[in-house]
């Protein structure tokens, strides 16, 4: 790295719109939890449940909805949105790209 250069975490980038954030080895059976971000997946995680996923944020890129497309196929899932406008648009968006994979979708109201 050049003298003055910022370290770049691996794969990511400020902003980045395209991780998701789940334990490995993800379960492979059960319901699945989603949420908006990892505050609200780390308090799902400190439950003891293991089948959480959170996207990065209200509004997560392509990317991310393909590998969460993939990851999540056939599963039963349960979306817990943000309150608000982007919570809104956020359940819209997952409820849509779970739909594409053949998955159950259900979500608990933000309000």
């Known amino acids: 790295m050049a003298e003055g250069q910022e370290p770049v975490k ?9 991780g998701l954030m789940h334990p490995k080895p993800f379960p492979g059976e059960g319901l699945v939890l989603m949420v908006e971000g990892e505050p ?14 959170c ?19 056939n599963r039963e899932v349960m979306l817990f949105p943000d309150p608000g406008d982007s919570g809104n648009h956020w359940l819209d968006s997952m409820a849509r ?6 998955c159950t979708v259900s979500f608990l109201p933000a309000d």
């Open 10 to 18: 691996s794969l990511t980038r400020g902003g980045s719109t395209n």
């Open 40 to 53: 609200d997946a780390c308090a799902a995680l400190s439950t003891g449940y293991h089948a959480v996923i």
């Open 55 to 73: 996207s990065p944020g209200s509004q997560p890129g392509k990317i991310c909805r393909e590998a969460l497309q993939k990851l999540l196929v």
């Open 97 to 102: 790209s779970l739909a594409r994979s053949k």
